[in-house]
């Protein structure tokens, strides 16, 4: 895979969250074993931190989803390695504003 493939999940990935497709349905763009990082504080909000599997990237999209009100999300870059020994990977950057509904 090349770089521009990993561009393209990842984009795939930020229009699915602002759309109405279904969490499981995103996260089958992803491997089984996905590594799914937030930076932040653990704890904090049930996203933040280190997680794997399809299951955290279902679980990342529902959370924002019902327990968050979005008021902006801008995306500054998206990082993309050419290639990683487990398979593909990108990180993305940016700012996230919301207001939490719980």
Known sequence: MNHQ?????AQKLLEGIGSDRSPTEIAALFD?????EIQ??????PWIGRKTGRRAIVNFIRDIRTLTEPITFEVDDILASPSYSR???FA???MAQGIELA
């Open 40 to 45: 932040g504080d653990d704890g904090v909000l």
């Open 32 to 36: 089984t074993e996905v590594v799914f």
């Open 87 to 89: 398979g593909f990977r």
């Open 92 to 94: 993305l950057t940016g």
């Open 5 to 9: 493939h990993n561009i393209a999940i």
